[in-house]
């Protein structure tokens, strides 16, 4: 699996009632980091934890996932070790 730096657009949204004209119109850019599990559907999937790697045959299990839809993604980067 490959470590990677994603960035990426998402929607977003104020709490409670506000003014119309204060409304902002723009996306929300965020980066995320983690072990690159899967792409597949139009999703990549990353995950903050892996285990089970140096174990043997044991079944590798992840923590901290997020899918985040190709379509928002602007820039993908690899981490070098």
Request: hydrophobic share 40%; aromatic share 4%; with cysteine.
């Amino acid at each position: 699996m490959r470590l990677v730096v994603v960035e990426w657009v998402d929607s977003h949204g104020q709490h409670g009632w506000n003014p119309i004209d204060s409304l902002e119109a723009k996306p929300l850019h965020c980066r995320s980091v983690g072990w690159l599990v899967k792409k597949a559907n139009g999703m990549t999937v990353l995950a903050s934890s892996i285990s089970g790697e140096k174990n043997g045959d044991l079944r590798l299990f992840a923590r901290g996932d997020i899918a985040i839809p190709d379509r928002c993604i602007t820039k993908t980067r690899t981490i070098k070790p």
